[in-house]
């Protein structure tokens, strides 16, 4: 997808902020529009349809977690949080509400951009393989169908965010290697500069969540301390 051809929403009461994001976003040719309220949002999303929403947890009607939760309801567009929320729990819990990436306030517009072009990626990987024909992966009970990008888990469905998505995948299609911090951050961000160890660890705890509800840690992604994970094979 070429970034003309995106609409971005960009949801933030605090005015300084809305100008810096909406400036850089102009400045780089991309179309947005700006809202200030989290029920305003929602309604614009519905009408708009936006390609991207970056969202601001604080907002003075409802808090952000509930724009995700309501958009997420009928819309898988691209989340990117941005909020002073700097806690791993306050991350989790976005990503567990449907976010698709978060940035912590200050960030610089190079920071912004770099995870704009992170998700972008995705999108166009998403699209481009759509329909075509790929193996299954299975370990144990955890099933990946390419093809489809869905992952099951004891045959129930579970719901995956981009980034989440391609950790998993990354460490399938190298499973029983342990793969370096450095190596799953050149992988899955590239050359973004928000590939640091606390977004691993913040992605990496909400993907265990979700894959291993009712087996014990470490049954499908095993720490290795200090240097980084390792997918388990699981018999059946």
Not at 42 to 53: G, K, L, N, T, W
Not at 63 to 78: A, F, Y
Not at 80 to 91: F, G, N, P
Request: overall charge negative.
């Amino acid at each position: 997808m070429k970034k003309e051809n995106m609409l971005i929403m960009v949801v933030e009461d605090d005015k300084l902020v809305g100008n810096l994001i909406t400036s850089t976003l102009k400045v780089n040719d991309y179309k947005y529009i700006l809202t200030t309220t989290g029920n305003t949002a929602i309604m614009e999303a519905v009408s708009h349809r936006p390609d991207v929403i970056l969202l601001d947890l604080g907002l003075p009607d409802i808090d952000g977690i509930e724009v995700i939760k309501s958009v997420r309801s009928w819309s898988m567009c691209p989340i990117i949080v941005i909020s002073a929320r700097s806690e791993d729990k306050d991350k989790i819990d976005a990503l567990d509400a449907g976010a698709d990436d978060y940035l912590t306030k200050p960030f610089s517009v190079d920071e912004l951009l770099a995870r704009l072009r992170s998700t972008m990626r995705r999108i166009q990987y998403l699209e481009d393989n759509a329909g075509k024909e790929t193996p299954v992966f299975e370990n144990g009970q955890l099933r990946i169908d390419y093809s489809s990008a869905s992952v099951t888990v004891k045959g129930e469905e579970i719901h995956l965010m981009p980034i989440e998505y391609s950790l998993l995948c990354l460490l399938a299609q190298n499973i029983g290697k342990v793969l370096t911090h450095s190596y799953i951050l050149d992988k899955i961000w590239k050359n973004s500069i928000e590939s640091d160890l606390s977004s691993l660890r913040v992605y990496m705890t909400s993907l265990r969540k979700k894959i291993e509800i009712g087996c014990e840690r470490g049954t499908y992604i095993q720490t290795h301390i200090g240097i980084g994970y390792r997918m388990v094979r699981v018999e059946k």
